[in-house]
């Protein structure tokens, strides 16, 4: 079995720099949905696994409560402890860490989240299972992963300029195996453990004044395109890049919104019974 280059910690440190600047519209509104889900009262500990740069530990911080931040990429947590240095945001610790093989003991927590990483995970029921078990009986797990690439007129577009430029760029195929697959997603979290479950759809619109802007403003946070973009010479990289922008700019509407979808899935784990 393939495994998928966006396990890999070097993939997410080539996109650390700027991260925030150029994800955040997208990113943003599924976190603070996430957090709505799980409402974590002031004071509460959380864990965010796979926290990137940080976007929800830091919405969760300014909520009043503890935040432990994690994710393998170094480069990702560097991010992060600087931006609480600077913010003076003292409830945030960042580690790094390895979200199959949590840190912390049993019942720590109570909410766990894990934005757009969990999904990626080598061993997904291993992540869900530590997920489950750093959370304190009753606590509430709430992870997101994309919906199908058909379901999203963005990742659409974007997708159609990867490969009206990079001849060989792996055209999106569904993967009803994956948490793409809400009925997939709803068993990994039964399989689990977790119960009082739901897979809930969340949309998220976005819009650009350019073609180019459209393009800075998505592939700069690009794991997958960076890591293409590295492996490739860079006058055949201009040339193609030339194109895909090209393409943008034939297919998309300045000011057009355009959408994409995930999936938030929620669980609890059981409450202790006597």
């Known amino acids: 079995m393939s495994v998928n280059p966006l396990a890999g910690v070097g993939a997410w440190d080539n996109v650390a ?3 925030d600047e150029f994800a955040a519209p997208m990113m943003e509104p599924f976190a603070l949905r996430a957090l709505e889900i799980a409402d974590p009262a002031p004071g509460a500990r959380i864990v965010d696994v796979a926290t990137g740069t940080g976007l929800l530990a830091f919405a969760a911080a300014e909520r009043g409560t503890e935040v432990q ?4 990429s170094a480069a990702m947590i560097d991010r992060v402890r600087a931006r609480a240095e600077a913010k003076g945001v003292t ?3 960042a580690v790094v860490g390895d979200g ?5 003991g049993d019942d720590t927590f109570d909410a766990g989240f894990s934005m757009f990483g969990l999904m990626f995970f080598p061993d997904r029921a291993r992540g869900f299972a530590e997920l489950r078990r750093v959370l304190r009986p009753g606590g ?3 992870v997101a992963s994309w919906a199908p690439i058909a379901e999203s007129p963005l990742m659409s577009l974007l997708f159609g300029a990867y490969q009206a430029g990079i001849p060989d760029f792996p055209a999106p195929r569904p993967n009803p195996d994956s948490l793409e697959n809400p009925e997939v997603f709803e068993s990994e979290l039964a399989a689990s453990g977790f119960t009082e479950i739901r897979v809930r759809p969340q949309s998220v619109a976005v819009a650009y ?3 180019a802007e459209l393009w800075e403003g998505i592939t700069r946070h690009s794991a997958a395109l960076q890591l293409t973009r590295r492996r490739t010479a860079a006058a055949t990289w201009k040339a193609q890049e030339d194109i895909m922008i090209r393409y943008l700019e034939e297919n998309y509407r300045p000011g057009e919104e ?4 995930a999936w938030l899935g929620s669980g609890r784990k059981p409450a202790t019974t006597i």
């Open 100 to 104: 199959q093989a949590l840190p912390y």
């Open 17 to 19: 720099d700027g991260y």
């Open 258 to 261: 355009l959408s994409t979808t």
């Open 209 to 211: 004044d350019s073609a």
């Open 140 to 142: 509430i797990a709430v």
């Open 91 to 93: 409830d945030l610790v």
């Open 69 to 72: 931040a994690l994710d393998f």
